[in-house]
């Protein structure tokens, strides 16, 4: 009788853990369905026209440093994070005016 009545404790006990772990996976699941999505947006380099990246490389804290040439400017090194601002980079090459 007493192994009888072990045997309804364990069943009782799995059925909730059962029951309880198929409604927390639902509730997981419904809740990244329903996060909003990151808004990406373009992050701008303004570089006068003409400008290129030559090289780039990138560390091991994820900074990305690009050796920018050319627009009748002196070499330059452009230097960011796309961990900390996760977004596109393009140059907007503006129109450089001779003064």
């Keep these: 009788m007493d192994k009888l009545k072990t045997v309804k404790i364990v069943v009782a006990i799995l059925t909730f853990l059962l029951v309880f772990g198929m409604f927390s996976a639902i509730g997981i699941i419904f809740n990244k369905l329903s996060s909003p ?39 330059r090194i452009i230097i960011t994070n796309p961990k900390k601002n996760p977004s596109p980079i393009t140059i907007n090459l503006v129109e450089q005016k001779n003064e």
């Design 37 to 75: 999505k990151n808004q990406v947006t373009n992050q701008t380099i303004n570089q006068p026209q003409g400008s290129y990246i030559d090289n780039f490389k990138i560390d091991t804290e994820g900074n990305v440093f690009m050796l920018v040439k050319g627009g009748n400017q002196p070499d």
